[in-house]
């Protein structure tokens, strides 16, 4: 059997365990160490609290283990093992562990544990080569996680960046296996043809108008998303007063709510309960030099395809803390074009350079204007975003993991 450890029920990773169970071929059992998400929890990026609107703990096997009270996913000493693993692996005949990540500490005494119990250790990480941490903490990093990694038989890199970083560590080619990241690619097709005949129906209970040109938001509003760098590339925009209007479509809630709401002409805001004018607002940028915008708070799962159908394009301008950045993913098999910042980790995985692909470098708003005055004039979908999808799928993935664990369980009979 397979065991994967992971913190909690997350939305993207649900699907993938789902396809899993549904192929049937891998024997798997997920150990969540909390059930944050599946209940009524608070997520202090977001300043709410919230559960997923989609099915979180069906379709799959799973339990929930042992742990110190209080654990929290975000919370890195809280967050560990009050069990010894060892004895739930050999009781599961689990041959291999697979761990998602090092943020936590269950994690790493979860790689000791599966060592001692003879179990082959997997971890699919999201860090990358991107994020440079400071001088003083570059050796003991290095140490810690040279340390954590000699212990690793597998490693699951989930796009180029993330694959860079284990090399940087020494890891050879033979233990790095593709496992692109992905989100239910056909869900959100699915739920975007849907809705496509409602666009204009949102657009104007958004308080957008018909011919503007609608950038989308869809995040945390904290220092790492860089959602003002958003609005000042809208100023620029439309400067000089000839480009047709555009409208920023904010999608989230944090830490930014309230400086982003002064720096915009605010048209509509579902936290204050009513929109700030009754119709749609056409013509060229307020008069104040302030890009209009709607502020629609928090959508779950099932609602976010409405914000992909009713914009005309993403942007994620997040710094070096964005590791993937999977709205990118989400926007993309919703049809919606997107760009996104070079220091994302899907830039240049889900975004490459030529075909229609665009990326900025960060903090760059002049380049970023320039990128939405193209976009303003091509709203096609670049023809490479079919390959990319194709590449980035749970079923491509769920095919690496059948093809690792059949080569696992050949060895452990022979070894029998």
């Known amino acids: 059997m397979l065991a994967i450890l992971t913190t909690h029920p997350i939305q993207y990773q649900v699907p993938f365990w789902q396809a899993l169970a549904q192929d049937g071929r891998v024997p798997f059992e997920v150990w969540y160490l909390t059930d944050h998400g599946s209940r009524p929890s608070l997520d202090r990026g977001f300043g709410k609290t919230f559960r997923w609107d989609i099915e979180t703990r069906a379709g799959y096997p799973h339990r929930i283990i042992d742990v110190a009270q209080g654990a929290s996913p975000d919370a890195f000493w809280k967050c560990r093992l009050r069990e010894r693993l060892r004895h739930r692996l050999r009781r599961s005949a689990a041959t291999a562990l697979w761990v998602q990540g090092w943020q936590v500490a269950a994690y790493w005494q979860a790689v000791r544990e599966a060592r001692a119990a003879g179990a082959e250790v997997w971890l699919r990480g999201e860090s990358n080569d991107l994020s440079r941490a400071a001088w003083w903490k570059r050796p003991l990093k290095q140490l810690a996680l040279g340390q954590l990694f000699s212990q690793v038989d597998r490693f699951l890199y989930i796009g180029s960046a993330n694959k860079r970083l284990y090399q940087r560590f020494g890891v050879p080619e033979g233990q790095?296996?593709?496992?692109?990241?992905?989100?239910?690619?056909?869900?959100?097709?699915?739920?975007?043809?849907?809705?496509?005949?409602?666009?204009?129906?949102?657009?104007?209970?958004?308080?957008?108008?018909?011919?503007?040109?609608?950038?989308?938001?869809?995040?945390?509003?904290?220092?790492?998303?860089?959602?003002m760098d958003l609005v000042e590339a809208a100023r620029l925009y439309g400067a000089d007063g000839r480009r047709p209007g555009i409208h920023l479509l904010f999608v989230g809630s944090g830490d930014l709510g309230e400086p982003l709401r002064r720096a915009c002409d605010v048209i509509y805001d579902a936290e204050r309960n009513a929109p700030r004018r009754a119709t749609p607002v056409v013509g060229p940028a307020s008069a104040v030099g302030r890009p209009r915008a709607s502020f629609v708070s928090f959508l779950n799962q099932t609602e976010i395809s409405h914000a992909y159908v009713a914009?005309?394009?993403?942007?994620?301008?997040?710094?070096?803390?964005?590791?993937?950045?999977?709205?990118?993913?989400?926007?993309?098999?919703?049809?919606?074009?997107?760009?996104?910042?070079?220091?994302?980790?899907?830039?240049?995985?889900?975004?490459?350079?030529?075909?229609?692909?665009?990326?900025?470098?960060?903090?760059?708003?002049?380049?970023?204007?320039?990128?939405?005055?193209?976009?303003?004039?091509?709203?096609?979908?670049?023809?490479?975003?079919?390959?990319?999808?194709?590449?980035?799928?749970?079923?491509?993935?769920?095919?690496?993991?059948?093809?690792?664990?059949?080569?696992?369980?050949?060895?452990?009979?022979?070894?029998?």
């Open 176 to 227: 790095l296996f593709a496992t692109p990241y992905a989100v239910d690619n056909a869900r959100f097709a699915r739920q975007a043809a849907a809705l496509r005949p409602q666009r204009m129906q949102w657009r104007r209970r958004w308080g957008i108008g018909d011919d503007a040109f609608c950038v989308l938001f869809c995040g945390k509003f904290i220092a790492k998303k860089r959602p």
């Open 311 to 416: 914009a005309d394009c993403l942007v994620l301008p997040s710094d070096e803390g964005e590791t993937w950045g999977l709205v990118v993913n989400e926007a993309l098999a919703s049809g919606t074009p997107a760009i996104a910042s070079k220091s994302c980790g899907c830039a240049e995985d889900m975004l490459p350079a030529g075909n229609g692909m665009r990326s900025f470098e960060t903090g760059n708003i002049h380049e970023l204007a320039d990128i939405l005055a193209q976009v303003r004039c091509d709203q096609r979908l670049s023809p490479g975003v079919a390959d990319v999808l194709a590449r980035h799928d749970l079923q491509t993935t769920a095919d690496v993991i059948r093809s690792l664990y059949a080569h696992r369980a050949e060895n452990h009979r022979r070894a029998a």
